[in-house]
């Protein structure tokens, strides 16, 4: 990275408030491998319902459960569901937009309509469908995840891909005998390698929200697991005793997915240079 994008990128401030809110999340989720102030599935039922205290930051559950502990723990569940399905569907759904790109013709046609068909359902819908037919737990939650992410880099990698492929550059690769899988590598992966990773971050929001919604609804993480959208539905009905029950992971809900949305629109302002040079 050159000396003006690292002064692009400090004095962006989308990218250096999305980098906070992230570094945020992931550093708990990072210590919740090694330290947590309490047991994250500890009963203690003496100590329910405890509002926030200098021995519960957060408080207790209905369960007398330390939250924030269940916090650091939601975070590191969060984060391993989303980045693991966007990172599977970026995979897939890039390299078949990428081909589509490439040969174009019936087939390209054919993958452009099952997106088309794959967007016309809401994605949470779509993913509460296929949770629905795959089963509840983590890895059907990654599945359905990623299953709706695939379409959303298919039409990206292939509309961005296209531009590439008609410029002089890949031209004069093919009169020199290049196939196109070495073209897409060589030239077309590079050129758009950076909006697939902005559309990567804010996937991964979308992906959060998703998991927490699959889990409220009680078919995503299962227990012992814990999930942020468990943790909402748990919270309803303790609403009127205590409140920061639901407060503390909607909060931290909000600000993951604030901040992977800031970090992904800093990064393509820091990266697409037709941003830049209109500044």
Same mark, same amino acid.
């Given at each position: 990275?050159?000396?003006?994008?690292?002064?692009?990128?400090?004095?962006? @401030?989308?990218?250096?408030?999305?980098?906070?809110? %992230?570094?945020?999340?992931?550093?708990?989720?990072?210590?919740?491998?090694?330290?947590?102030?309490?047991?994250?599935?500890?009963?203690?039922?003496?100590?329910? #319902?405890?509002?926030?205290?200098?021995?519960? %930051?957060? &408080?207790? +559950?209905?369960? &007398?459960?330390?939250?924030?502990?269940?916090?650091?723990?939601?975070?590191?569940?969060?984060?391993?569901?989303?980045?693991?399905?966007?990172?599977?569907?970026?995979?897939?759904?890039?390299?078949?937009?990428?081909?589509?790109?490439?040969?174009?013709?019936?087939?390209?046609? #054919?993958?452009?309509?099952?997106?088309?068909?794959?967007?016309?359902?809401?994605?949470? #819908?779509?993913?509460?469908? !296929?949770?629905?037919?795959?089963?509840?737990?983590?890895? @059907?939650?990654?599945?359905?995840?990623?299953?709706?992410?695939?379409?959303?880099?298919?039409?990206?990698?292939?509309?961005?891909?296209?531009?590439?492929?008609?410029?002089?550059?890949?031209?004069?690769?093919?009169?020199?005998?290049?196939?196109?899988?070495?073209?897409?590598?060589?030239?077309?992966?590079?050129?758009?390698?950076?909006?697939?990773?902005?559309?990567?971050?804010?996937?991964? *929001? #979308?992906?959060?929200? %998703?998991?927490?919604?699959?889990?409220?609804?009680?078919?995503?993480?299962? @227990? @012992?697991?814990?999930?942020?959208?468990?943790?909402?539905? +748990?919270?309803?009905?303790?609403?009127?005793?205590?409140?920061?029950? *639901? !407060?503390?992971? &909607?909060?931290?809900?909000?600000?993951?997915?604030?901040?992977?949305?800031?970090?992904?629109?800093?990064?393509? +302002?820091?990266? +697409?240079?037709?941003?830049?040079?209109?500044?």
């Amino acid at each position: 990275m050159t000396s003006t994008t690292l002064t692009m990128a400090r004095r962006n @401030p989308s990218l250096v408030i999305g980098c906070v809110l %992230v570094a945020i999340v992931v550093g708990m989720a990072v210590v919740s491998f090694f330290w947590t102030p309490y047991p994250p599935t500890q009963m203690a039922m003496m100590s329910r #319902l405890q509002g926030p205290s200098l021995s519960h %930051v957060m &408080g207790t +559950d209905q369960f &007398g459960r330390d939250v924030l502990s269940q916090i650091m723990v939601g975070a590191q569940n969060a984060l391993m569901v989303a980045v693991l399905a966007v990172l599977i569907g970026a995979v897939i759904g890039s390299a078949l937009g990428l081909a589509a790109a490439a040969v174009r013709g019936w087939l390209e046609e #054919l993958f452009m309509r099952i997106c088309d068909f794959a967007y016309a359902f809401p994605a949470v #819908l779509l993913a509460i469908v !296929i949770s629905a037919l795959v089963g509840v737990g983590a890895t @059907p939650t990654i599945l359905a995840i990623a299953i709706f992410t695939i379409p959303v880099f298919g039409r990206l990698a292939r509309g961005a891909a296209i531009e590439v492929w008609s410029r002089a550059f890949v031209a004069a690769a093919r009169t020199n005998g290049r196939g196109a899988f070495h073209i897409s590598l060589r030239h077309i992966v590079p050129n758009i390698g950076g909006l697939l990773i902005v559309q990567v971050s804010t996937q991964i *929001a #979308l992906a959060i929200i %998703v998991e927490a919604g699959l889990s409220y609804l009680g078919i995503g993480l299962q @227990p @012992p697991a814990i999930s942020w959208g468990k943790m909402l539905a +748990d919270a309803q009905t303790n609403m009127s005793l205590s409140p920061t029950l *639901a !407060i503390f992971p &909607g909060l931290m809900i909000a600000l993951a997915v604030l901040g992977f949305n800031l970090l992904g629109d800093g990064v393509r +302002d820091v990266l +697409d240079p037709r941003l830049r040079r209109s500044r």
